[in-house]
């Protein structure tokens, strides 16, 4: 089937069969290779992305579902003059060790924070607990969604 | 890790979809939110010939008042529509409104609702998770959804999965059909051949098993609304992490007489309980004990003690004595979440830490 779709702010059109995953179709042929797979069944949140603005897990969904969607990758997150907020977190914490978890997290909490910008440290707990980081740094995952948090709020005192 | 091949239609209409499904029945399954069903499919557990994705559907999104309580007759017409993202307080529902069925349903234990009941909220098959975070109505229903919601999945799972779809998968532990079940919940179940209502107590069967037909599509699940002095809620339950499924999980709803003498005698009681066998199930004799009498922590200890009694434990689960304590505990902690709800919002977080909920309305 072609289905047609955003990618980080591209057009693409894509020829996928039913059963092929957007993940799969991200990183196959869209180019789209920030998109981890881990589990393939939802329980890592690796390959999470943002359809219309919205955190999802990209295995489980079908490509064809994505059709005429705008799906949003770590490498497709909007920017100012540096990083996005938490991209620039997750860089000042050192918040990764393999890295291979990175876009995922980046992402889950890109979403959550423009939603509950004002989430407490226990929100977060429960929040960074959505995904997996097998190295098990979760300490430098959590210094940093605060941070984000954090940098999110001085943003709006001043702004 | 690949799902097997299958053909893939995504109907536009809901008669589309119900004579696809009443042509390929078995060989078919139907996506909504898809988080249950594309690990099955990635794991290849579940083999479809074809996939009716529904979310095509025009309607089933909404999430809706009704007058009509899910209990007996069903009038026809809405009181409101609520929308995805409600902001002011629905209007009541009309005086009077499935308020003559209130003692019929108000049956302790019974298969109707725990009574009390002032009208429904209608939640569409394309109604996720995510939409009942909010509290989508300001009585003791929507505090109640509102608590329950954020212990299912984690949030990107909850912006997809569907409140129906958790109902027609039927995990034992899922928290939609332990609440379902407490709650005296309907579901609305389409086909060719016409349409029918069943209890979510006549829904659910076996692990992952209902009594939905092959052909059938369940197209909504409608909870009662409770007025507001007269009903409280208790949920409860013990996961390893946040996100995960519950090893075990207890809702009640409690109905006391309200206004004049005796207001604090409760009159209706549903106790359920979820980890304790194929499906979650009532206990109908420890909510019986309840009736007659003021809930105090005594009471809630008595039922607790009934409920343990009344559980057949399950094998694999641990030993006997320890599943029944577990009932107790979590029993008796439902109940007195349902006394402190009774008239406002349980603030105390489910695991016991006091911590307040974040996403609590109210």
């Not at chain 1, 949003?72 to 997150?77: C, E, H, P």
């Not at chain 1, 876009?103 to 607990?129: H, I, N, R, T």
Request: net charge negative; with cysteine; charged share 20%.
């Amino acid at each position: 089937m072609d289905i047609e779709l955003t990618v980080d702010g591209r057009p693409r059109r894509v020829a996928v069969e039913p059963r092929t995953t957007l993940a799969d179709a991200l990183r196959d042929q869209c180019d789209a290779t920030s998109v981890h797979l881990g589990c393939e069944q939802g329980a890592c949140g690796a390959c999470t992305v943002h359809l219309d603005g919205v955190a999802i897990r990209s295995c489980l969904l079908l490509a064809v579902q994505a059709a005429g969607c705008r799906v949003t990758t770590v490498a497709g997150l909007p920017v100012g003059p540096g990083l996005h907020p938490v991209q620039q977190a997750f860089a000042d914490r050192n918040a990764f060790q393999c890295g291979f978890c990175t876009p995922g997290f980046v992402m889950l909490l890109a979403a959550e924070l423009a939603d509950a910008p004002d989430l407490d440290d226990a929100g977060l707990v429960e929040l960074v607990s959505s995904n997996l980081c097998r190295c098990t740094g979760y300490q430098g995952i959590l210094a940093a969604a605060r941070d984000a948090r954090d940098a999110g709020a001085a943003g709006r005192a001043a702004g | 890790m690949k799902p097997q091949s299958f053909e893939y239609v995504a109907p536009t209409t809901l008669d589309e979809a119900l004579d696809l499904l009443a042509e390929h029945a078995d060989a078919a399954s139907v996506l909504a939110g898809g988080q249950s069903l594309l690990p099955l499919l990635n794991l290849r557990l579940a083999r479809p010939e074809l996939l009716i994705d529904i979310n095509r559907l025009p309607g089933l999104d909404r999430l809706e008042l009704t007058a009509a309580s899910p209990v007996g007759p069903a009038p026809a017409g809405d009181a409101g529509q609520v929308g995805p993202a409600p902001a002011a307080p629905p209007e009541p529902a009309p005086a009077g409104a499935g308020g003559s069925g209130l003692e019929a349903a108000g049956g302790v234990g019974g298969a109707g609702s725990a009574g009390g009941v002032v009208g429904g909220l209608r939640v569409g098959a394309l109604v996720r998770h995510r939409a009942l975070e909010g509290a989508p109505e300001p009585g003791p229903l929507g505090r109640l959804l509102a608590r329950v919601a954020p212990r299912v999945g984690h949030p990107p799972i909850r912006n997809r999965g569907t409140v129906c779809g958790s109902l027609a998968h039927a995990d034992p532990a899922a928290e939609w059909c332990l609440v379902g079940l407490a709650a005296g919940a309907e579901v609305g179940l389409a086909s060719a051949a016409g349409s029918r209502r069943l209890t979510v107590d006549a829904l659910l069967d076996s692990p992952f098993a209902t009594d939905r037909r092959p052909d059938e599509l369940i197209t909504e699940v409608t909870f009662p609304r409770w007025a507001p002095a007269e009903v409280g809620c208790g949920f409860v339950e013990r996961a390893r992490t946040a996100g995960s499924f519950a090893q075990a999980a207890a809702c009640v709803v409690v109905r006391w007489a309200g206004p004049g003498a005796g207001a604090d005698d409760v009159v209706a009681v549903r106790i359920a309980v979820a980890g304790f066998g194929g499906r979650p199930v009532l206990l109908p004799g420890a909510a019986a004990a309840l009736v007659g009498r003021p809930l105090t922590g005594g009471q809630s200890a008595a039922a607790a003690a009934a409920a343990a009694a009344e559980i057949t434990p399950r094998d694999g689960a641990g030993p006997a004595g320890h599943q029944r304590a577990v009932v107790a505990a979590l029993v008796a902690d439902a109940l007195d979440r349902s006394a402190r709800d009774r008239g406002g919002p349980d603030r105390t977080d489910l695991n016991g830490a006091g911590r307040p909920r974040l996403d609590l309305a109210g």
